[in-house]
């Protein structure tokens, strides 16, 4: 990520905390705005253009999408657009993550949107068929869009989760469907305040082991953090952490994998 993306999204994360009450139809809004200028050359340009003014912007903003979007997802489109990008990707990337900023915040601190889309993505990996029609390049992503809708419809998960991982579906640009999954998990955890942390063991932690674990971890990150646990007897025993990129592997199988490179070389 280049510098004037992070000046950029911390810029249009301020006009988020600064925007008042959310609601879910600013984020789908948002999300539906920021699909449309992933199609079209065009709006991107024009949006990423740095000698084009807030005020210029802000009309282009309204003349293209008129009354579809509702007040709040202008403001927050209009603030993004008028800052400087790395690229017109990371544009597309900090629309995308403004949205799913604003569901987190719709939802709520009783909904842990994170837990929901984590369980979705560990239902798309151990499911090979729904892995491919989720995430294969050949697929109408209005298809996918409507498989999601049946999957996840009908309270079965909150509102705010079926709008992200509809988003997702329906604007993959080049992804994979796990890795959109992670990344929007990690995002609205970071909404919430929390860090995830992935832990993969050989057997499930029970709840006085992760206690111990999150108060060690929280230490080191300086903030709350949350769990995505994984069951893996490949590991053989002890836990394999991961926050963001930073990997803590106490597993068994990882200190067997040294040992034989040890004895190897």
Do not use: C
């Not at 948002?30 to 050359?41: D, V």
């Not at 994170?114 to 979705?120: G, K, S, T, V």
């Not at 996918?144 to 705010?160: D, F, I, T």
């Amino acid at each position: 990520m280049g510098s004037a993306t992070r000046e950029a999204l911390a810029s249009t994360r301020a006009s988020l905390a600064s925007s008042g009450p959310a609601d879910l139809q600013v984020a789908e809004d948002l999300l539906a705005a920021g699909r449309l200028i992933a199609g079209s050359a065009q709006l991107r340009s024009a949006l990423t253009d740095n000698e084009a003014d807030e005020a210029q912007k802000r009309q282009l903003i309204t003349s293209v999408f008129g009354s579809r979007l509702v007040p709040g997802a202008v403001s927050l489109l209009t603030a993004a657009a008028s800052n400087r990008w790395s690229s017109q990707g990371d544009f597309l990337d900090g629309i995308e993550e403004i949205g799913f900023r604003v569901a987190a915040d719709a939802a709520g601190e009783s909904v842990e949107l994170d837990a929901e889309l984590y369980a979705f993505e560990r239902t798309v990996a151990s499911d090979s068929e729904l892995e491919l029609a989720l995430g294969s390049k050949l697929g109408a992503d209005e298809a996918k869009a409507k498989l999601v809708e049946r999957l996840l419809g009908s309270g079965s998960v909150h509102p705010a989760t079926l709008a992200v991982v509809r988003h997702l579906v329906l604007s993959p640009r080049g992804r994979r469907i796990g890795a959109m999954l992670r990344g929007a998990a990690s995002v609205v955890a970071d909404q919430r305040g929390f860090a995830v942390a992935t832990v993969t063991s050989a057997v499930a932690l029970n709840d006085a082991q992760l206690a111990r674990l999150e108060q060690g971890l929280a230490a080191q990150a300086g903030r709350r953090i949350r769990f995505d646990t994984i069951v893996d007897p490949a590991v053989l025993g002890g836990v394999r952490v991961q926050i963001g990129d930073d990997v803590i592997d106490g597993s068994v199988a990882s200190r067997l994998s040294s040992l034989r490179q040890k004895l190897a070389g």
